[in-house]
């Protein structure tokens, strides 16, 4: 794994009006070259595209990896003589063949792949990695078609996030952890701190036996009560790198989120990214956006009085006075069905059904709830609202 040049990755920006495929592809083209990824970096190699597929969403609710941004990334890839292109991902959710076959049609990657796209992974197996060198992960599952790869593709959606505050080319590569597991790994580090760290450990461990290429959508993006349920964005962009870390940087300053993303802190700890935008080599196209403002998570927002204390002193009192004041979900009365989904999907198991006023209902359990807002990611109807702590909402 060569961490310097993870390091010194630079970051290459360009406008995008609208998902017209040959402005993408051109956009997408110029975004590699500008990287250095070209024949030396795909030809002859099996290349397995990772998107962000998190839900059985259209293309248009800006919650999944727009189609034309995939098809872009397949025909640049195979133009450098890629041996095979194969989209790979597992989204939120049980990994089933009826699951994800649901979710590539609902995001447009099966017509994508009828239309001489790449392929679609229907291979459910896992392959263990070991990781000696990670701080919380040192073993891991990952899917078979991510684990055999030459190549991978990052394919993320650029999206505010609930838990993580951002949702980008790091987060993303959390969805080669296959369906539950990831809920298990929520259970297993509740804390932001230790999921932030174990997403560096990831990324990581990727780099080790990868090639890592990322390639954001930033076209239309998401912002607040993301990654499932905030409010699609126009932003304009697309952004690419061979460093999650250093792509994400930029897009976090891009977003107006400068500085509260917990992972980019540990990455830059470890020297793998300046933690400021204005320490990244960043190519811009001609016309690219300056700034793409995206509201946060509601309770989150990082201009706030509440959400700077938040930031300044997560380690008081052994780190409880941040936790005691985080933001949590909510179950939203008036939009719940009773699916369950939410009980289902919960890692500490806090999620009940009970029947209030003859209507089924989940309520959370307050004092084992982890905060990791899994309920609010797959809830299909959108009824797991963000709260913040009465008395932050009191000070601002």
């Not at 310097?4 to 495929?21: F, Q, S, T, W």
């Not at 402005?23 to 070209?38: E, M, P």
Request: net charge positive.
């Amino acid at each position: 794994m060569d961490t310097y040049r993870i390091k010194n990755a630079p970051v290459a920006l360009a406008g995008c009006p609208d998902y017209d495929r040959d402005k993408v592809y051109d956009a997408v083209k110029w975004l590699l070259a500008s990287i250095g990824a070209g024949k030396e970096t795909f030809e002859g190699k099996k290349v397995v595209l990772k998107p962000n597929l998190v839900a059985a969403r259209e293309p248009d609710a800006a919650v999944t990896s727009h189609p034309s941004v995939v098809e872009a990334v397949t025909r640049c890839v195979r133009e450098c003589g890629a041996a095979d292109v194969m989209i790979a991902e597992s989204p939120g959710g049980s990994y089933t063949a009826s699951f994800l076959n649901r979710i590539y049609d609902a995001t447009g990657m099966r017509e994508l792949a009828g239309n001489g796209g790449p392929r679609l992974n229907d291979d459910l197996s896992s392959a263990s990695v070991k990781f000696a060198e990670g701080k919380k992960l040192k073993s891991f599952e990952v899917l078979t078609p991510i684990a055999d790869a030459d190549v991978v593709v990052n394919i993320p959606k650029l999206k505010t996030h609930s838990l993580t505050g951002l949702s980008c080319a790091v987060k993303n590569l959390f969805g080669v952890i296959p369906g539950t597991q990831k809920f298990a790994m929520h259970a297993a580090y509740p804390e932001l701190g230790d999921f932030s760290e174990m997403l560096c450990d990831l990324d990581l461990a990727l780099y080790r036996d990868h090639e890592i290429i990322s390639v954001c959508d930033a076209v239309w993006s998401m912002e607040g009560n993301g990654p499932s349920h905030g409010t699609p964005v126009f932003t304009g962009m697309l952004l690419a790198s061979s460093s999650t870390f250093a792509l994400d940087v930029v897009a976090e300053h891009l977003a107006g989120l400068d500085g509260t993303t917990k992972f980019l802190d540990i990455a830059a700890d470890k020297g793998l990214v300046a933690r400021s935008a204005d320490g990244v080599n960043v190519i811009r196209a001609d016309g690219a956006p300056e700034r793409a403002e995206l509201a946060p998570p509601d309770s989150r927002d990082p201009n706030s009085f509440s959400m700077k204390i938040l930031i300044a002193m997560p380690n008081l009192f052994g780190g409880r006075f941040s936790r005691f004041f985080e933001p949590s979900p909510k179950i939203n009365a008036k939009k719940c069905v009773g699916c369950s989904n939410c009980a289902k999907v919960c890692p500490a198991k806090t999620i009940t059904m009970k029947k209030k006023k003859g209507k089924k209902l989940a309520v959370i359990g307050r004092k084992n709830c982890i905060r990791c807002f899994c309920c609010q990611e797959l809830c299909p109807h959108g009824a797991v609202d963000t709260v913040k702590n009465p008395i932050l909402k009191l000070i601002g």
